[in-house]
């Protein structure tokens, strides 16, 4: 959009509801529930870092040193679960709730008391699948996705576990109609779809997918829950039913699951380097149709997680072709995002760092996911840590990094004070750097036949292996760098930030001052 | 500013939301524990069970309260006939995930199972046949034929389409009887429906032997008639809620979302019907 008309801003509202704890727990303002979403996604991104940590500490060394093999599998499975459900999906959602009213000149999101229940339910999931790794037998250790049969004969943790995604699922669901119900209903005037930001249409096509995608899970662990304790046979082949049905329905979720974890930081690196190559987004509408056809084709390529189960060769021609097929748009985006670079002024502030970092390290995953992609490879990485690698590149250095851009870029209108350009260096550098010492190695280590999720190796890893772990260590240090950068923010520790803390910031967000006011747009501004 | 904006309605804040999350913690957990006989699995679980009604209660009591005082003005009222819309997206999804299950059993996995290969090295004797309960039956069970009962229910339930599509031309009409009788109807049908079921899960355990265990076919069985059930129930509850909200004198001419939204409801668990009719009892 070009112009606004200004001073859209009435910041005369008094506080006049609950006050301390009850104000977080009752609120109804999208600013207040975002920051919740972030805080939480974070906390769970610091737990599942411990996790992490110790299955990397584990496996320094060959041999057994520090934890049992049961409980080696419960971390590997709770650090998926918990990353993927409770870090980086909550997080995207955060920045919906902050960012998408701003955005679209809407004064809160469509159901602002649902979007307060859509929060308050992570908790408690949260509590029922940390909690799993304190009952008898402890959490499940039938790796993130839960495969029959193995789900079928774990303890208790398992069905903790399967209500948690339940009720993760609809805490999904709420939160993925409101934001379609935003965006659809409640732009301000003018603000056409296609003049929409970026980050407004990848988030509603990922709410899309996360409303076609999570009641099919909920169903794969209901059979879970029906077959381990009704007596009904869906997984077992003795009763008639097949433990590969569970693969497809699961990855008939899981596929479109994890452009649900990508598409929206796609959205937020769309916003950001226009901004820092002081130039308007490359070629707007591909990146919108773009992102639409990898929605769609997302729901058709599921079976590349399973070409070692065992199907028929034309299906898996099948499914490698489509496969490939959505390397094409992934390939328009990138095109995009450097083209938009192409002959700009660039500035390199950290938001910008961390958007550069991931395209780089972005699009090696999506390489080695389409080296995955080919059948007759596969077979020999499927299971190694050749998958590790690539699904960390693809989450870490693009999810995460992602998100860390956007959080840099939006810090000054949350906190109204500028981070400290130094601190949020060191935190991007420190972070690429380790990153990669802990993952690029992982490919060789797949190429070489580690599988994946085991708590001892052969000999001929060791070295690999001791690399990574540092790495991981060095890593996990790294993120202590970005509390100190928002600490320092929220508690005033630095230059005050303006209304657009960035010279070619385009956008409605930057129309209104920094920090944002509690209520902002309750009159929508009009878009020319 | 422009001159027809109409501010949209935002709430308070509430304190529903917290007691929600508290409800399903509850039925969380006490589930947990009821299935795994420790702890007082049961009580847990009703008290997350009564604490849900009563936010449900409450939390729709007062969309109907603010509803009804007008402050929703025409935007909000989009925002619910989209997020309704949405909503029985969702719906579909997890219809389409167990009707992707029974398709996938009864063209891959059975035929797969009695495939030469299977029958010679693992399953010998297991003759591919649907309805089966798998090359490791137990016991006997007689299918569920579809030309009594259920055929009986797919009239029930169409004619109760009907009903309520005429409850809704009495609403445009102002004519509150029409109203109120189809709105009566439709729900007395939906219980007959609801009867007829739990009559026939009676009839399969007692005199078929087909139970929830009696391998894939109980299994597909039991889930998909058994989640419709639920879902034709909310259904029922939500017109019954429509119908006592029309007694209440509640409802005008141009607005009533509420009652379309349930009737939207109601004929997307009729539509579920259908297929289920067809694929489940018939084919
Ligand atoms: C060009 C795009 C991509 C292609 C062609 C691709 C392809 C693949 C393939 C073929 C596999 C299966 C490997 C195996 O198990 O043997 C895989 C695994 C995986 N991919 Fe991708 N991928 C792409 C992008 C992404 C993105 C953007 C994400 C998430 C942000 C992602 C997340 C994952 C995850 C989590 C797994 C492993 C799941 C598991 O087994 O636990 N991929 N990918
Ligand atoms: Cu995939």
Redesign the interface.
């Known amino acids: 959009m070009s112009a606004v008309?200004p001073d859209q801003v009435h910041d005369d509202h008094h506080h006049h509801?609950?006050t301390g704890l009850?104000?977080w727990?009752?609120?109804?303002n999208h600013k207040d529930i975002g920051t919740m979403y972030l805080i939480f996604s974070f906390i769970m991104f610091l737990s599942g870092g411990v996790m992490a940590l110790t299955i990397r500490a584990e496996l320094f060394q060959p041999g057994m040193q520090i934890v049992q093999p049961e409980f080696f599998n419960q971390l590997t499975t709770m650090h998926g679960l918990v990353m993927v459900f409770g870090a980086i999906m909550p997080a995207f959602v955060g920045f919906a709730n902050w960012m998408l009213p701003l955005m679209i000149g809407?004064?809160?999101m469509?159901?602002?008391?649902?979007n307060?229940?859509s929060f308050?339910?992570l908790?408690?999931a949260a509590?029922?699948l940390i909690g799993s790794f304190f009952v008898?037998g402890g959490a499940t250790a039938a790796g993130w996705t839960l495969y029959a049969p193995l789900s079928v004969q774990m303890g208790?943790g398992m069905?903790?576990t399967i209500?948690?995604v339940?009720?993760m699922g609809?805490s999904s669901?709420m939160g993925?109609?409101?934001i379609?119900?935003t965006v659809?209903?409640?732009r301000a005037?003018g603000m056409t779809m296609m003049k929409m930001p970026l980050f407004c249409w990848t988030w509603l096509i990922t709410a899309y997918l996360l409303?076609?995608?999570?009641?099919?899970l909920?169903?794969?662990v209901?059979?879970i829950l029906?077959d381990?304790?009704?007596?009904?046979?869906?997984f077992?082949?003795?009763?008639?039913?097949?433990p590969?049905?569970y693969q497809?329905?699961f990855w008939?979720f899981g596929h479109p699951e994890v452009y649900i974890m990508i598409l929206p930081a796609f959205g937020i690196v769309s916003e950001i380097i226009p901004t820092f190559a002081r130039k308007p987004l490359f070629g707007y509408a591909s990146m919108v149709y773009a992102t639409a056809s990898i929605a769609i084709l997302s729901f058709v390529v599921w079976a590349h997680h399973m070409f070692t189960t065992g199907m028929p060769a034309a299906t898996q021609l099948f499914f490698m072709y489509a496969t490939m097929l959505i390397a094409v748009p992934t390939g328009v985006k990138v095109f995009n995002w450097v083209a938009t670079m192409w002959r700009g002024s660039m500035t390199f502030e950290t938001p910008m760092l961390w958007a550069t970092g991931f395209i780089f390290v972005f699009t090696m995953g999506g390489f080695t996911g389409l080296i995955c992609a080919i059948a007759p490879i596969d077979i020999q990485v499927q299971d190694t840590y050749y998958v590790v690698a690539h699904f960390h590149y693809v989450l870490v250095a693009g999810s995460l990094f992602a998100l860390f851009a956007g959080a840099y870029y939006w810090l000054p209108k949350w906190t109204g004070v500028m981070y400290s350009e130094f601190i949020g260096k060191l935190h991007f550098w420190c972070s690429i750097i380790f990153f990669n010492i802990t993952f690029f190695p992982m490919h060789f280590l797949g190429l070489a036949g580690m599988p994946r999720r085991i708590p001892d190796y052969a000999l001929q890893f060791a070295d690999f292996n001791a690399l990574a772990s540092i790495g991981a260590f060095g890593f996990g240090l790294s993120q202590l760098i970005f509390i100190v950068a928002v600490v320092k923010c929220v508690r005033g520790d630095g230059k005050k930030a303006a209304a657009s803390p960035w010279e070619d910031a385009q956008g409605l967000e930057w129309t209104v001052p920094s920090p944002a006011p509690h209520h902002t747009f309750?009159?929508?501004p009009?878009v020319k | 500013m422009s001159p027809t904006f109409e501010k949209y309605f935002v709430p308070e804040p509430s304190k529903f939301p917290i007691f929600g999350s508290f409800a399903l913690l509850c039925i969380g957990a006490g589930s947990v524990m009821w299935l795994n006989h420790t702890g007082p699995g049961p009580l847990v679980f009703f008290v997350g069970l009564a604490t849900l009604i009563y936010m449900l209660f409450g939390w729709f009591g007062q969309v109907i309260r603010e509803s009804e005082s007008g402050q929703y003005g025409k935007n909000v009222d989009a925002s619910f006939r989209w997020s309704m819309g949405w909503f029985i997206f969702s719906e579909v999804m997890f219809f389409f995930a167990f009707f992707g299950v029974l398709f996938y059993v009864r063209v891959i996995a059975v035929p797969s199972l009695g495939s030469e290969e299977s029958v010679s090295v693992l399953w010998q004797g297991f003759e591919a046949v649907w309805p089966t309960a798998g090359p490791r039956a137990e016991e006997a069970f007689s299918p569920m034929g579809a030309w009594g009962i259920p055929a009986l229910n797919t009239l029930i339930l169409l004619t109760s389409g009907a009903t309520l599509t005429w409850a809704h031309w009495g609403m445009m009409k102002d004519n509150r009887t029409q109203l109120k009788l189809g709105l009566l109807l439709t729900v007395l049908l939906g219980a007959l429906f609801m009867g007829f079921q739990i009559y026939e899960y009676m009839h399969a355990y007692g005199e078929m032997n087909l139970k929830m265990t009696s391998g894939i076919y109980g299994s597909t069985f039991y889930m998909m008639t058994g989640f419709h059930g639920l879902h034709v129930t909310i259904g029922a509850i939500m017109l019954l809620v429509m119908l006592f909200r029309v007694m209440a004198g509640h409802f005008t001419k141009d607005n009533h979302f509420a009652f379309e939204a349930a009737a939207w409801y109601w004929h997307f668990v009729d539509v579920v019907w259908l297929v289920l009719f067809v694929v489940v009892y018939w084919l």
């Open positions: 008309t509801g609950p009850m104000r727990i009752t609120t109804t809407a004064s809160d469509a159901f602002a008391r649902m307060n229940w308050w339910l908790p408690v509590i029922l008898p208790m069905d903790l209500f948690a339940h009720i609809i669901i993925a109609i409101n379609v119900v659809l209903n409640m005037p409303i076609a995608v999570m009641p099919v909920a169903g794969a209901t059979m029906t381990r304790h009704f007596g009904t046979s869906f077992n082949a003795a009763g008639g039913g097949d590969v049905l497809h329905v008939f309750e009159i929508p009009v």
